[in-house]
T-cell receptor
Framework: NAGVTQTPKFQVLKTGQSMTLQCAQDMNHEYMSWYRQDPGMGLRLIHYSVGAGITDQGEVPNGYNVSRSTTEDFPLRLLSAAPSQTSVYFC??????????????FGNGTRLTVT | AQSVTQPDIHITVSEGASLELRCNYSYGATPYLFWYVQSPGQGLQLLLKYFSGDTLVQGIKGFEAEFKRSQSSFNLRKPSVHWSDAAEYFCAVGAGNTDKLIFGTGTRLQVFP
């Protein structure tokens, strides 16, 4: 099984450019989420989704958009990149945060640099 | 809203020594508690979880954690650390009325031979 697949692995953007980080899972998980990881800050929740057509904001949603048109995919969009968005981004999925038998499955991350 | 604090940024232990990583949470009701481990350049892997019941939970790789409601803590322990345990460890808290899983800032573990 592929699990959670994130693309690209690395990306360099200039300030003001837009891009989409892709995330796909093949486990039929209803719950998907995006985190950013910064030194000394741990993982901070950006957006999450409990199913197709449903999204909600996490701790640090500003500057990011998401949509969930299918169960499998949960892309993260940066409309106008800023240096403060330089980070490592992780996508994760599960059957649900409150599902005992379904821990979060993480992708391998996308390292984004905004210059 | 729930939150979690890991007071130790960096811990160094000798191989074979015991280990305790601290985690304190804030949440009004019974939380869901997790410990994850991240090896360099990798995503996170679940070590163990607490939802209810027995407050001492066993996980993979010989780790255990104890939920103490009176102290709002969920500390991770291992009786004898191996060099391969060197990694970053994250405590996380979820809640029944929300689908947010909130992580702490992490504790980096270094193991000396």
């Amino acid at each position: 099984n592929a699990g959670v697949t994130q693309t690209p692995k690395f990306q360099v953007l200039k300030t003001g450019q837009s891009m989409t980080l892709q995330c796909a899972q093949d486990m039929n998980h209803e719950y998907m989420s995006w985190y950013r990881q910064d030194p000394g800050m741990g993982l901070r929740l950006i957006h999450y989704s409990v199913g197709a057509g449903i999204t909600d904001q996490g701790e640090v949603p500003n500057g990011y958009n998401v949509s969930r048109s299918t169960t499998e995919d949960f892309p993260l969009r940066l409309l106008s990149a800023a240096p403060s968005q330089t980070s490592v981004y992780f996508c994760a999925s599960s059957y649900g945060v409150s599902s005992y038998n379904s821990p979060l499955h993480f992708g391998n991350g996308t390292r984004l640099t905004v210059t | 809203a729930q939150s979690v604090t890991q007071p130790d940024i960096h811990i160094t232990v000798s191989e074979g020594a015991s280990l305790e990583l601290r985690c304190n949470y804030s949440y009004g009701a019974t939380p869901y508690l997790f410990w994850y481990v991240q090896s360099p350049g990798q995503g996170l892997q679940l070590l163990l979880k607490y939802f209810s019941g027995d407050t001492l939970v066993q996980g993979i790789k010989g780790f255990e954690a104890e939920f103490k409601r009176s102290q709002s803590s969920f500390n991770l322990r291992k009786p004898s650390v191996h060099w391969s345990d060197a990694a970053e460890y994250f405590c996380a808290v979820g809640a029944g009325n929300t689908d947010k899983l909130i992580f702490g800032t992490g504790t980096r573990l270094q193991v000396f031979p």
